[in-house]
């Protein structure tokens, strides 16, 4: 069974106090690694999706990356409007995710 | 824009009614999907369909059923609500294979009291 844990549960940083989040993952044949941002109330939208390990993905102030084993996501000095939950998933044989539970990240002004 | 529409935000419902959840996507996608998010469990995969009146069980479709008669609607049923099953639900779709992952709908708070 696929398992995916995500770590910390909630960070709390300054806004420009940059940080990583963490995702560590167990799957029989990895086809893909996701990372989407969820606000609350709302459903999740995607950021990114990792293939390889050493592959790396960017997009403003997030940096994905991924190893064989674990994923990260990079804050680089983070604003007000970064604050969410993180989501990561990945998906093996077939079309389903399997979710981690995610981090929340508050960024304080 | 490309969505996933469901159809409620909130609901409240009474322990024992039977509960629709519709979800339509304007994407074309082949698959669709319908989760429940729980603080601290993450998003659970109730049932998944690949094609039109195809469905497949999830992680935890014990209390749920679902029915895809048309390629665009996935509707999810409690067939007698329970108050364990107060949850926020979420739909999603993919296209076959599609490196974005999941369109995720906007999700249906359900209370059931």
């Known amino acids: 069974e696929d398992q995916v844990t995500q770590s910390p549960e909630a960070l709390r940083l300054q806004e420009g106090e940059s940080s990583s989040l963490n995702c560590s993952y167990t799957?029989?044949?990895?086809?893909?690694l996701f990372w989407y941002r969820q606000d609350p109330g709302k459903g999740p939208e995607f950021l990114f999706t990792l293939y390889s390990a050493g592959e790396e993905k960017e997009k403003e102030r997030l940096k994905a990356t991924l190893t064989k084993k674990e994923s990260f996501l990079h804050i680089t000095a983070p604003k007000p409007e970064d604050s969410a939950t993180y989501l990561c998933?990945?998906?093996?044989?077939?079309?389903?995710?399997?979710f981690g539970a995610g981090t929340t990240v508050t960024v304080r002004a | 824009d490309v969505k996933v529409t469901q159809s409620s935000r909130y609901l409240v419902k009474r322990t024992g009614e039977k509960v629709f959840l519709e979800c339509v996507q304007d994407m074309d996608h082949e698959n669709m999907f319908w989760y429940r998010q729980d603080p601290g469990l993450g998003l659970r995969l109730i049932y998944f369909?690949?094609?039109?009146?195809?469905?497949e069980k999830g992680d935890i479709p014990e209390g749920y059923s679902v029915s895809r008669e048309k390629k665009e609607r996935f509707s999810l049923i409690l067939e007698s609500a329970s108050t364990n099953q107060t949850s926020m639900y979420l739909c999603?779709?993919?296209?076959?294979?599609?490196?974005?992952?999941?369109?995720f709908g906007s999700g249906t708070r359900l209370t059931v009291v």
């Open positions: 369909s690949y094609d039109v009146k195809m469905k």
């Open positions: 799957v029989s044949g990895l086809r893909g």
């Open positions: 998933a990945v998906q093996a044989i077939g079309y389903k995710l399997s």
């Open positions: 999603a779709s993919s296209a076959l294979d599609s490196g974005y992952g999941y369109t």
